[in-house]
């Protein structure tokens, strides 16, 4: 092949790779943004992302190109970008993940728990109401999922974390400030009490769980939607 076409070739793959590449971080961003895991580090997400969706497909037909191109180029610049395309998308990817993965956890998490259903029943509207006013009265750490357990057992709803943090201190600290009562805290859960209102709060695996109702009640449901003893970390899965 002349060396003009084998230039003219390199340069077609290299161009081809380029968009394959911007084609494949717009595709991983989506990806992540749909079915990444919010708790997730940038890393951890790109790497879920090549392996479990559709960015490591991309990551090979970018290679190929790259690898052709490279093969077929005439000239040092041109070798240079077949090297560095794949790179610069895996950066690129890189970069968009925590923008994805924050996009997510704005859509489908709440900074703070929400009880109170449009169109709820009595008596479970007046309980979901009074859990709903001990949930205000708090900080809250974390981004809450939607659903929850509700109703006259009280309110309760878990929540993600997208870093390290303590869970139990920062409640310990929050609740004395909001006029509550630290009534039962043995390190794994913490128990308030307020103007006959009750709250607990328990860490899980990359976040936690909140329960408010009233001061006589079980928390999380026990006893009543869920069985005694259960595992309440594993039933929001």
Same mark, same amino acid.
């Given at each position: 092949m002349p060396v003009t076409g084998r230039a003219v070739s390199a340069t077609v793959l290299l161009v081809i790779g380029a968009g /394959? &590449?911007? /084609?494949?971080v717009l595709v991983h961003y989506e990806f992540m943004r749909i079915y990444g895991d +919010?708790?997730?580090t940038a890393f951890e997400g790109l790497t879920? #992302? /090549?392996t479990a969706g559709p960015s490591g497909l991309a990551l090979g037909l970018v290679a190929v190109a790259a690898i052709i191109g490279f093969m077929v180029s005439t000239r040092r610049w041109m070798r240079l970008t077949a090297v560095a395309i794949p790179v610069l998308m895996l950066t690129g990817?890189? @970069?968009v993940t925590p923008a994805a993965l924050g996009q997510k956890l704005e &859509?489908?998490?709440s900074s703070n728990p929400q009880c109170v259903i449009e169109g709820t029943e009595e008596p479970m509207a007046s309980a979901d109401r009074e859990s709903q006013q001990a949930f205000d009265s708090i900080s809250h750490i974390g981004h809450f999922r939607g659903g929850g357990i509700s109703g006259v057992g009280g309110c309760t709803r878990w929540f993600v974390l997208s870093g390290d943090a303590d869970v139990l201190q920062h409640y310990r600290a929050v609740l004395p400030a909001a006029g509550w009562e630290v009534v039962e805290d043995d390190g794994r859960r913490l128990r308030a009490h307020r103007d006959g209102l009750a709250f607990e709060a328990m860490p899980c695996p990359g976040g936690g769980v +909140?329960? @408010?109702g009233r %001061? %006589? #009640?079980r928390a999380f449901g026990q006893g009543m939607v869920m069985p005694a003893g259960s595992d309440i970390c594993a039933a929001h899965h």
């Open positions: /394959l &590449a911007l /084609l494949a +919010v708790r997730s879920w #992302g /090549l990817m890189f @970069a &859509a489908q998490h +909140v329960w @408010a %001061e %006589e #009640g």
